[in-house]
């Protein structure tokens, strides 16, 4: 199966229901379930564990408002992320709550004022410390296309500048902030998927049969039959996150944090 249809069908047929044609489709009670579960399911099983095809080592959190009180730093942890896993800097302390991350971890950035001129970008950024040619990340201007990782062309020890495309807004608003590209925050996390090429088989195997453990007592209210399905949901995802688990080579004590998603 290759398709979030084909996923689907499996489900249903798993139930003992006829396939759907296309998705979504909200005239019948099988297309109505599946579409009220399908990501629900999903989310959950990609939440289960850290699976080595929806793992990413690159997403930058953006750092908001400070919290009110235990740690010095709080950042915005996108709909695009499932889990948190670790920061990129090892052995940081992290609390995430909220939608956010909280560390005392600090990741350089600066508030800054930025001008346009053209396809320029000119940034007022006291005692900056950057040097000619080196990569700068910008976030947080309300206009998102100053909101990109850029080469910057230093003018003096207070400013330097940058190319952006289209016309945003000048001056700059929001609260446009700058930090060194490699000392940004960056995550080891699980992101959100739904595209059934990129799961692994054993994967896409738990998820219809999560999926259909979901919906079979609506579609066919057999209480024997959701019971089996459940068994056999069960037996495949743990051989999944066996498969997973084999992906690699590291020592025990990774290993059962890798495969359990538990902290050391």
Request: net charge negative; charged share 20%; hydrophobic share 35%.
């Amino acid at each position: 199966m290759t398709t979030k249809l084909e996923v689907i069908n499996s489900a249903l047929m798993r139930c003992g229901a006829e396939p759907l044609v296309a998705i979504p489709d909200l005239t019948n009670k099988r297309g109505v379930l599946v579409n009220n579960h399908y990501d629900i399911v999903l989310r959950e099983l990609l939440n289960d564990t850290p699976w080595n095809f929806a793992t990413s080592r690159d997403n930058r959190l953006e750092k908001t408002t400070s919290p009110k009180f235990g740690f010095k730093n709080a950042y915005t942890i996108t709909s695009s992320i499932i889990r948190v896993i670790e920061l990129s800097t090892n052995n940081i302390e992290f609390r995430v709550e909220s939608s956010q991350l909280l560390t005392d971890y600090e990741d350089g950035s600066r508030a800054v004022a930025i001008v346009r001129s053209g396809s320029i970008a000119t940034v007022t950024d006291v005692a900056h410390g950057f040097a000619d040619g080196e990569l700068i990340t910008f976030y947080q201007a309300t206009q998102t296309e100053y909101n990109i990782s850029a080469t910057i062309t230093l003018i003096d020890s207070d400013h330097y500048s940058y190319t952006v495309a289209g016309t945003p807004a000048t001056p700059a608003t929001g609260s446009p902030h700058a930090v060194r590209d490699s000392s940004a925050l960056r995550v080891k996390a699980i992101k959100f998927l739904d595209d059934p090429t990129l799961f692994s088989p054993s994967f896409n195997t738990a998820l219809f049969l999560k999926l259909a453990e979901n919906i079979s007592y609506s579609l066919v209210q057999s209480q024997s039959l959701q019971q089996m399905i459940i068994s056999e949901a069960d037996r495949h995802l743990r051989r999944a996150r066996s498969y997973n688990s084999q992906e690699g080579l590291f020592n025990d004590a990774y290993n059962e944090q890798y495969t359990t998603g538990r902290r050391l």
